[in-house]
T-cell receptor, first 116, second 112 residues
Protein backbone atom coordinates (compact mmCIF):
# COMPACT_ATOMS: atom_id res chain seq x y z
CA UNK A 1 0.00 0.00 0.00
CA UNK A 2 0.85 3.64 -0.26
CA UNK A 3 2.92 5.21 2.51
CA UNK A 4 2.22 8.42 4.38
CA UNK A 5 4.62 9.82 6.96
CA UNK A 6 4.15 12.38 9.69
CA UNK A 7 6.68 14.40 11.59
CA UNK A 8 7.11 14.73 14.47
CA UNK A 9 5.51 11.64 15.98
CA UNK A 10 5.38 13.24 19.40
CA UNK A 11 5.77 16.83 20.50
CA UNK A 12 5.50 18.65 23.81
CA UNK A 13 5.16 22.41 23.76
CA UNK A 14 4.38 25.18 26.19
CA UNK A 15 1.09 26.97 26.23
CA UNK A 16 1.07 29.93 23.86
CA UNK A 17 3.61 28.57 21.42
CA UNK A 18 2.97 27.25 17.91
CA UNK A 19 3.64 23.77 16.60
CA UNK A 20 3.94 22.60 13.00
CA UNK A 21 3.16 19.04 11.93
CA UNK A 22 4.21 17.75 8.53
CA UNK A 23 2.42 15.12 6.47
CA UNK A 24 4.09 13.58 3.44
CA UNK A 25 2.94 11.07 0.87
CA UNK A 26 6.13 9.14 0.17
CA UNK A 27 5.37 7.10 -2.94
CA UNK A 28 2.43 8.81 -4.58
CA UNK A 29 1.11 12.25 -5.31
CA UNK A 30 -1.89 13.42 -3.37
CA UNK A 31 -3.96 16.31 -4.60
CA UNK A 32 -6.10 15.96 -1.51
CA UNK A 33 -4.98 15.47 2.07
CA UNK A 34 -7.00 15.44 5.23
CA UNK A 35 -6.32 16.32 8.84
CA UNK A 36 -8.04 14.52 11.67
CA UNK A 37 -8.05 14.77 15.42
CA UNK A 38 -8.64 11.80 17.67
CA UNK A 39 -9.36 11.71 21.39
CA UNK A 40 -8.77 8.55 23.45
CA UNK A 41 -11.23 5.76 22.69
CA UNK A 42 -13.03 7.85 20.10
CA UNK A 43 -13.23 7.73 16.35
CA UNK A 44 -11.49 10.17 14.04
CA UNK A 45 -12.84 13.68 13.76
CA UNK A 46 -12.19 15.39 10.44
CA UNK A 47 -10.78 18.86 10.92
CA UNK A 48 -10.11 20.00 7.38
CA UNK A 49 -9.63 18.99 3.78
CA UNK A 50 -6.50 20.27 2.11
CA UNK A 51 -6.17 20.59 -1.65
CA UNK A 52 -2.85 21.29 -3.28
CA UNK A 53 -2.51 24.91 -4.27
CA UNK A 54 -5.74 26.11 -2.73
CA UNK A 55 -7.13 27.06 0.65
CA UNK A 56 -8.15 24.34 3.02
CA UNK A 57 -11.79 23.61 3.72
CA UNK A 58 -12.48 23.46 7.43
CA UNK A 59 -15.19 21.47 9.14
CA UNK A 60 -17.78 23.29 11.17
CA UNK A 61 -16.47 24.25 14.57
CA UNK A 62 -12.79 24.11 13.64
CA UNK A 63 -11.03 27.44 14.03
CA UNK A 64 -9.18 28.14 10.80
CA UNK A 65 -7.01 30.82 12.41
CA UNK A 66 -5.90 28.41 15.08
CA UNK A 67 -5.26 25.41 12.88
CA UNK A 68 -3.39 26.68 9.83
CA UNK A 69 -3.14 24.24 6.96
CA UNK A 70 -0.86 24.57 3.98
CA UNK A 71 -0.68 22.17 1.04
CA UNK A 72 2.16 23.58 -1.00
CA UNK A 73 3.00 20.51 -3.06
CA UNK A 74 1.48 17.22 -4.16
CA UNK A 75 3.38 15.36 -1.46
CA UNK A 76 3.36 17.71 1.53
CA UNK A 77 0.73 19.24 3.75
CA UNK A 78 1.39 20.98 7.05
CA UNK A 79 -0.79 21.71 10.05
CA UNK A 80 0.27 24.50 12.38
CA UNK A 81 -1.40 24.74 15.76
CA UNK A 82 -1.06 28.39 16.71
CA UNK A 83 -1.04 29.69 20.28
CA UNK A 84 -1.50 26.20 21.59
CA UNK A 85 -3.38 25.58 24.82
CA UNK A 86 -3.69 22.43 26.94
CA UNK A 87 -7.11 21.67 25.41
CA UNK A 88 -5.36 21.33 22.04
CA UNK A 89 -3.52 18.29 23.37
CA UNK A 90 -4.61 15.40 21.20
CA UNK A 91 -3.60 12.86 18.56
CA UNK A 92 -3.45 14.47 15.12
CA UNK A 93 -3.54 12.24 12.06
CA UNK A 94 -3.27 13.12 8.41
CA UNK A 95 -4.34 11.12 5.41
CA UNK A 96 -3.70 11.35 1.70
CA UNK A 97 -6.07 10.27 -1.01
CA UNK A 98 -5.13 8.48 -4.18
CA UNK A 99 -6.51 10.14 -7.26
CA UNK A 100 -9.65 8.51 -8.72
CA UNK A 101 -11.17 6.17 -9.55
CA UNK A 102 -10.41 4.24 -6.38
CA UNK A 103 -10.12 7.18 -3.94
CA UNK A 104 -8.34 5.03 -1.38
CA UNK A 105 -7.18 7.04 1.60
CA UNK A 106 -3.95 6.24 3.43
CA UNK A 107 -3.17 7.50 6.88
CA UNK A 108 -0.01 8.69 8.53
CA UNK A 109 1.15 7.26 11.87
CA UNK A 110 -0.14 10.25 13.81
CA UNK A 111 1.38 12.98 15.96
CA UNK A 112 0.76 13.15 19.66
CA UNK A 113 0.68 16.75 20.83
CA UNK A 114 0.93 17.60 24.50
CA UNK A 115 0.60 21.23 25.53
CA UNK A 116 1.81 22.04 29.03
CA UNK B 1 -29.59 9.03 12.92
CA UNK B 2 -25.86 8.76 12.33
CA UNK B 3 -24.76 8.29 8.73
CA UNK B 4 -22.72 5.25 9.71
CA UNK B 5 -23.47 3.01 12.66
CA UNK B 6 -20.97 0.57 14.14
CA UNK B 7 -21.18 -1.36 17.37
CA UNK B 8 -18.22 -0.23 19.48
CA UNK B 9 -17.99 -3.54 21.30
CA UNK B 10 -15.69 -4.51 22.90
CA UNK B 11 -15.65 -7.89 21.21
CA UNK B 12 -13.59 -10.68 22.75
CA UNK B 13 -12.97 -13.98 20.96
CA UNK B 14 -10.62 -16.93 21.40
CA UNK B 15 -7.72 -17.38 19.03
CA UNK B 16 -8.76 -19.14 15.84
CA UNK B 17 -12.35 -17.88 15.91
CA UNK B 18 -14.10 -16.28 12.97
CA UNK B 19 -14.79 -12.63 13.68
CA UNK B 20 -17.66 -10.70 12.12
CA UNK B 21 -17.61 -6.91 12.22
CA UNK B 22 -20.49 -4.88 10.82
CA UNK B 23 -21.63 -1.41 9.89
CA UNK B 24 -24.85 0.01 8.58
CA UNK B 25 -25.21 3.24 6.67
CA UNK B 26 -28.11 5.45 5.77
CA UNK B 27 -27.21 7.23 2.52
CA UNK B 28 -27.52 5.29 -0.72
CA UNK B 29 -25.18 7.80 -2.36
CA UNK B 30 -22.24 6.15 -0.63
CA UNK B 31 -20.23 4.28 -3.21
CA UNK B 32 -16.90 3.35 -1.66
CA UNK B 33 -16.43 1.20 1.39
CA UNK B 34 -13.27 0.71 3.40
CA UNK B 35 -12.15 -1.10 6.51
CA UNK B 36 -9.29 0.20 8.59
CA UNK B 37 -7.42 -1.39 11.47
CA UNK B 38 -6.02 0.88 14.15
CA UNK B 39 -3.65 -0.17 16.88
CA UNK B 40 -3.40 1.93 19.99
CA UNK B 41 -1.56 5.21 19.41
CA UNK B 42 -1.09 4.51 15.69
CA UNK B 43 -2.68 5.77 12.52
CA UNK B 44 -5.37 3.66 10.82
CA UNK B 45 -4.18 1.08 8.32
CA UNK B 46 -6.27 0.38 5.22
CA UNK B 47 -7.24 -3.30 5.24
CA UNK B 48 -9.92 -3.66 2.61
CA UNK B 49 -11.50 -1.49 -0.03
CA UNK B 50 -14.49 -2.15 -2.25
CA UNK B 51 -16.97 -0.20 -4.30
CA UNK B 52 -19.52 -2.79 -5.33
CA UNK B 53 -21.90 -5.19 -3.70
CA UNK B 54 -20.54 -8.65 -3.07
CA UNK B 55 -17.50 -10.14 -1.43
CA UNK B 56 -13.83 -9.29 -1.65
CA UNK B 57 -11.23 -11.56 -0.12
CA UNK B 58 -7.64 -10.88 0.90
CA UNK B 59 -5.94 -13.57 2.90
CA UNK B 60 -7.81 -14.09 6.15
CA UNK B 61 -9.99 -11.04 5.55
CA UNK B 62 -13.25 -10.87 3.61
CA UNK B 63 -15.17 -7.66 3.05
CA UNK B 64 -18.83 -7.92 2.17
CA UNK B 65 -21.10 -5.17 0.90
CA UNK B 66 -24.87 -5.34 0.55
CA UNK B 67 -25.99 -2.07 -0.98
CA UNK B 68 -29.65 -3.04 -0.99
CA UNK B 69 -29.56 -3.38 2.81
CA UNK B 70 -26.94 -0.66 3.31
CA UNK B 71 -24.87 -3.11 5.30
CA UNK B 72 -21.17 -3.87 5.21
CA UNK B 73 -19.18 -6.53 6.98
CA UNK B 74 -15.62 -7.58 7.60
CA UNK B 75 -14.87 -11.20 8.40
CA UNK B 76 -11.60 -12.33 9.91
CA UNK B 77 -10.85 -16.04 9.69
CA UNK B 78 -8.47 -17.86 12.01
CA UNK B 79 -8.17 -14.80 14.21
CA UNK B 80 -4.83 -14.18 15.90
CA UNK B 81 -3.86 -12.19 19.01
CA UNK B 82 -2.12 -9.76 16.66
CA UNK B 83 -5.55 -8.94 15.20
CA UNK B 84 -6.45 -7.29 18.52
CA UNK B 85 -7.12 -3.69 17.54
CA UNK B 86 -9.90 -1.27 16.76
CA UNK B 87 -11.58 -1.78 13.40
CA UNK B 88 -13.16 1.18 11.68
CA UNK B 89 -15.51 1.08 8.75
CA UNK B 90 -15.34 4.10 6.48
CA UNK B 91 -17.62 5.12 3.67
CA UNK B 92 -17.20 7.66 0.92
CA UNK B 93 -19.64 9.13 -1.51
CA UNK B 94 -18.80 9.46 -5.17
CA UNK B 95 -17.46 12.72 -6.48
CA UNK B 96 -14.54 14.83 -5.45
CA UNK B 97 -15.44 15.88 -1.92
CA UNK B 98 -13.22 13.14 -0.55
CA UNK B 99 -14.67 12.96 2.92
CA UNK B 100 -14.75 9.63 4.64
CA UNK B 101 -17.54 8.99 7.09
CA UNK B 102 -16.28 6.73 9.85
CA UNK B 103 -18.07 4.37 12.13
CA UNK B 104 -17.32 4.52 15.84
CA UNK B 105 -14.90 1.63 15.59
CA UNK B 106 -15.17 -1.83 17.13
CA UNK B 107 -12.53 -2.86 19.64
CA UNK B 108 -11.53 -6.48 19.13
CA UNK B 109 -9.54 -8.62 21.51
CA UNK B 110 -8.35 -12.03 20.45
CA UNK B 111 -7.31 -14.11 23.43
CA UNK B 112 -4.57 -16.73 23.07
Amino acid sequence: GAVVSQHPSWVICKSGTSVKIECRSLDFQATTMFWYRQFPKQSLMLMATSNEGSKATYEQGVEKDKFLINHASLTLSTLTVTSAHPEDSSFYICSAELAGPTYEQYFGPGTRLTVT
Amino acid sequence: QKEVEQDPGPLSVPEGAIVSLNCTYSNSAFQYFMWYRQYSRKGPELLMYTYSSGNKEDGRFTAQVDKSSKYISLFIRDSQPSDSATYLCAIRSSGNTGKLIFGQGTTLQVKP
